[in-house]
């Protein structure tokens, strides 16, 4: 795919090198379905402890991933997401609750964001937005999952606010949009549009971000929703990169929660900042 910004680099993860000249330290990449050990519709890197696979398996598919980029689990920071728009700050306190046991995960959590070395920001998909933060001159990663819910409560706009709170400013921010459901495939209701209308930020698009294909029916587009979002909290557009995978059309690489009905596996978003040394 011309220019795709994930790159796949072996058959469990596409990375993301386009933060590697701010700093060598960065990880940033999303995860496939394949070269795990889940089976029964989980086939077979399901990274999701929550969807009804058999946790050994689940743990023993985060730990292939842990090796894989030297990232030890003690170090992950996991969460239960709700599809809301709360946002938290991580650090070394928070890291391993979750990585196995999902009733240890952190509540209630979409965003998470860190300016701690050596924790990896992690969040489960099947369709949602993911969306990457990375602020080399202040040293933060962040991290938020945004499916239509979470991204008409712009969740894309909340993390840019938290960090201009900490003395960032936005045109400092370096932001990636990554796999999820293209408009291709994501058909949604005058129930779903109606929170989009809210937002006001269809008009004086070149191409809209949603379109009516029949009477209560629209195609939207979550990935350029939330590039917008994300440039009306002030990122510049030369910030803003973005995928052209779509999850429901690439059914060799990824889960769907849509084209799989709901039964099917969870890929996961990473973004850490490596400190080689405490790995001597
Ligand atoms: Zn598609």
């Known amino acids: 795919m011309h220019n795709e910004p994930f790159i796949l680099l072996n058959k469990q993860f596409l990375s993301y090198n386009g933060w590697n000249d701010f700093s060598t330290k960065i990880v940033t990449g999303f995860t496939t379905k394949n070269g795990g050990n889940s089976i029964d519709g989980y086939e077979t890197f399901n990274l ?3 969807v009804n696979d058999d946790p050994n398996k689940v743990s023993s598919n985060r730990l292939k991933l842990s090796s894989l980029l030297e990232f030890p689990t003690s170090r992950w920071a996991c969460t239960e997401q709700t599809h809301e728009n709360n946002i938290i700050k991580i650090s070394s ?10 009733n240890e995960s952190i509540k209630g959590t979409d965003g998470l964001y860190t300016n701690d070395s050596n924790v990896l920001l992690t969040l489960c998909f099947a369709d949602c937005v993911p969306l990457y933060f990375f602020s080399p001159s202040h040293h933060y990663v962040g991290i938020a999952h945004a499916g239509w819910k979470g991204s008409v409560k712009d969740i894309a706009g909340e ?11 936005s ?10 459901i293209g408009s291709c495939c994501y058909v949604v209701d005058d129930f779903v549009i109606d929170y989009v209308k809210g937002l006001d930020i269809n008009e004086g698009l070149e191409s809209p971000i949603y379109k009516a294909i029949n009477h209560g029916e629209y195609r939207l587009d979550l990935k350029r929703l939330n590039e917008q979002l ?10 803003i990169r973005s995928t052209s995978y779509c999850t429901s059309c690439e059914e060799g690489l990824f889960f769907s929660h849509r084209r799989d009905k709901g039964n099917t596996g969870r890929m996961m978003s990473f973004i850490g900042l490596k400190e080689e040394d405490s790995y001597i």
């Open 93 to 102: 306190e928070h890291c391993g609750l979750g990585a196995f046991n999902y």
């Open 159 to 169: 993390m840019v606010r938290k960090w201009n709170d900490e003395g960032i400013d």
């Open 171 to 180: 045109k400092d921010i370096y932001t990636l949009i990554g796999p999820s």
């Open 48 to 50: 999701g402890l929550h």
């Open 230 to 239: 994300l440039h009306k909290a002030g990122i510049p557009y030369k910030n």
